[in-house]
């Protein structure tokens, strides 16, 4: 029986399943379309989906019963709440909200130590701020990826990188730091709460150790599609799992997922010298030091733009494929001018902590004397994608932080050449994509399973990863284009002038 390793990630549009063979190959895949909705306020998920999803992407992997091992990922921070019985306490609370400003002000300064909106922790303080009725009735708190490993597995625990994105790190112990750990306890303790942080977290593994198994119950969630007994990787954040992909979990290596949302994950040697508000500290699933960039917006709003330029194509009786209408859109950007001709698009759907807004408005602006042609239009739309990111990857050029390799991956990239460009010339710096490129985090969500089975003692993942994985992948790699460069640079004075009218755009309409 051929052996196989299944990676299942929970996305922001699609919950997706890659096996990978004993080579470390995709052999069998499978997605399910699903999508956040707003209610109340609230950027939230229906869990009920979770395993309609699951369900439908297992039905499409192939040789079920040799697999060996696999591993749960998902979209990083948010806030799940369930009281002693694993009952929900209130909706799913996405990494989309920006809803805890005032608690992500407040720990920060505690701390000394950036705690964006979007981190658990944020979202159970603001939750205690607010006198929130649910708050007493706590008894464990945890992420997407960990909500689904529990259920599969009957082990609440997740991997140290998805932790990370919970409450802080500390990367020497590998563990939660105790001294924030204490400092949160004497900041709510006059709300007289039921229980101390440590004890509704879940525990923390690091990658290659086995996370639990496959549980009846959790088989029976699963309409029995797989067998009791499977082994688990620690479940881990679509950062984490990214990483795993491009092979980048080694100091001075990066990556740049880019699909609903965008991030770029670049492994610390030293520590940075400021508190930044724009910059995550992370870790890698070993549990080493990573800043991390996180952009609510990506493609969103130019998925939007496509499916109106493919209905226009509609009207002439034209019916392409929507990946040929990607394709040729992508392509016909690269005849824009590198600052995309005075066209400014501002993408955001939702609020952005990089740039301090809450709400967004997406929006195209131009000049009267602007080059609006389609090219210029659609390169400002792909710039758009990355534009906020470039903001947060300036301020680790000026620490001089040192990048060697930078390897995108995720949607934005399936057309070859063109985002790996423009991100090139966003970032500076050599861009790498390889063949695996569009896998993503299932796919690293299934090697970090591979790594769990076949390690040997004392074998670290990146020796793993170099040895058996990227030894011989495939990939291409783009300079960044000077004029490129240059016209970046161009666009991103003018987008950040645009910020003013987005803020504007946010209070009037």
């Not at 910059?279 to 496509?306: E, Q, R, Y």
């Not at 063109?418 to 790498?432: D, H, S």
Request: contains cysteine.
């Amino acid at each position: 029986m051929t052996k196989t390793f299944l990676g299942i990630e929970l996305g922001s549009t699609r919950i997706k399943a890659v096996t990978i063979d004993e080579k470390h190959i995709p052999v069998s895949s499978g997605d399910y379309t699903w999508d956040s909705t707003y209610e109340n306020g609230i950027w939230t998920y229906d869990l009920d989906e979770v395993w309609t999803g699951l369900k439908s992407v297992l039905s499409s992997i192939e040789n079920r019963e040799g697999i060996a091992a696999m591993g749960v990922s998902a979209m990083m921070h948010g806030y799940l709440a369930f009281d002693k019985d694993w009952n929900l306490l209130t909706p799913f609370r996405t990494w989309q909200n920006t809803i805890t400003s005032q608690a992500a002000e407040e720990l920060t300064a505690l701390f000394g130590f950036n705690i964006p909106q979007r981190w658990s922790i944020a979202h159970l303080y603001q939750a205690i701020l607010n006198r929130e009725a649910h708050v007493p009735q706590i008894a464990h708190i945890t992420t997407l990826a960990g909500f689904v490993h529990y259920r599969l597995t009957g082990v609440n625990a997740i991997g140290i990188g998805e932790a990370s994105g919970m409450f802080p790190i500390d990367s020497e112990k590998r563990c939660y730091n105790e001294e924030m750990l204490e400092k949160f306890n004497y900041l709510v303790s006059d709300h007289n709460l039921p229980w101390k942080l440590i004890d509704i977290l879940p525990s923390v593994l690091v990658a290659g150790e086995e996370a639990g198994r496959l549980t009846e119950s959790g088989a029976t969630l699963l309409d029995d599609l797989l067998s009791p007994g499977i082994p688990f990787a620690p479940a881990e954040g679509d950062a984490g799992t990214g990483m795993t992909a491009t092979n980048a979990v080694a100091p001075r290596t990066g990556n740049v997922s880019a699909g609903t949302s965008i991030f770029s994950m670049v492994v610390l040697e030293r520590p940075l010298k400021k508190v930044y508000e724009e910059i995550d500290l992370v870790t890698t699933p070993t549990g080493k030091p990573v800043a991390m960039v996180h952009c609510n917006n990506c493609t969103s709003d130019s998925n939007a733009w496509i499916s109106v330029l493919k209905e226009t194509a509609n009207l002439f009786g034209a019916e392409p494929s929507n990946g040929d209408v990607y394709t040729k859109l992508y392509e016909k950007s690269l005849e824009g001018d590198p600052d995309c001709g005075g066209v400014l698009v501002c993408n955001y759907m939702a609020g952005e902590g990089v740039t301090h807004l809450n709400e967004g408005r997406p929006m195209v602006v131009r000049r009267p004397d602007a080059k609006f042609t389609l090219a210029n239009f659609f390169r400002a739309i792909l710039y758009s994608t990355m534009s906020t990111l470039k903001i947060g990857m300036d301020i680790l050029a000026k620490e001089n932080v040192a990048i060697d390799s930078l390897t995108g991956h995720g949607g934005l990239f399936k057309t070859p050449m063109v985002g790996q460009k423009y991100l090139a010339a966003a970032c500076n710096a050599p861009v790498t994509c390889m063949d695996t490129a569009g896998e993503g985090g299932p796919y690293g969500m299934a090697l970090l399973a591979a790594y769990m089975h076949n390690k040997v003692a004392g074998e670290s993942l990146e020796a793993y990863l170099n040895a058996h994985v990227f030894a011989d992948t495939k990939g291409t790699t783009l300079e960044p284009d000077l004029a490129d460069v240059e016209g970046f640079n161009t666009y991103i004075e003018e987008y950040k002038e645009l910020l003013q009218v987005e803020k504007t755009a946010v209070e009037v309409l």
